[in-house]
């Protein structure tokens, strides 16, 4: 059972900066993607940013410019570098793997999350 750890959220001001990394407790895999969601109080989770194993990546709209995914493939490991914090930023941001399995479909791993709270 693959199991994803997220490290990196906790407390911020506004303007501020936090860098989140989701990693396996075990050995690394292929995948297909990497991503962070999140989801604030009373809302729907939804998606931040997401990376392709090719390095393709795709962002919210809200965060575009100051928020930046990366990857390690070979440590199936995934970081967000979030810059320029805004109250609205505030959430549980989950980490989201979707990996290929033998049998040609696609399985998909979440993280428990991290609290991201940024104050005004």
């Known amino acids: 059972q693959v199991q994803l750890v997220e490290s990196g959220g906790g407390l911020v001001q506004t303007g501020g900066s936090l860098r989140l990394s989701c990693a396996p407790s075990?050995?690394?895999?292929?995948?297909?993607?990497m991503g962070w969601y999140r989801q604030a109080p009373g809302k729907q989770r939804e998606l931040v940013a997401l990376?392709?194993?090719?390095?393709?990546?795709n962002y919210a709209d809200s965060v575009k410019g100051r928020f930046t995914i990366s990857g390690d493939n070979a440590k199936t490991t995934v970081y967000l570098q979030m810059n320029s914090l805004k109250p609205e930023d505030t959430a549980v941001y989950y980490c989201?793997?979707?990996?290929?399995?033998?049998?040609?479909?696609?399985?998909?791993?979440w993280g428990k999350g991290t609290l991201v709270t940024v104050s005004s």
């Open positions: 075990g050995s690394s895999f292929s995948f297909n993607s």
């Open positions: 990376i392709t194993s090719g390095g393709s990546t």
């Open positions: 989201n793997v979707r990996a290929p399995t033998t049998a040609g479909w696609t399985v998909e791993y």
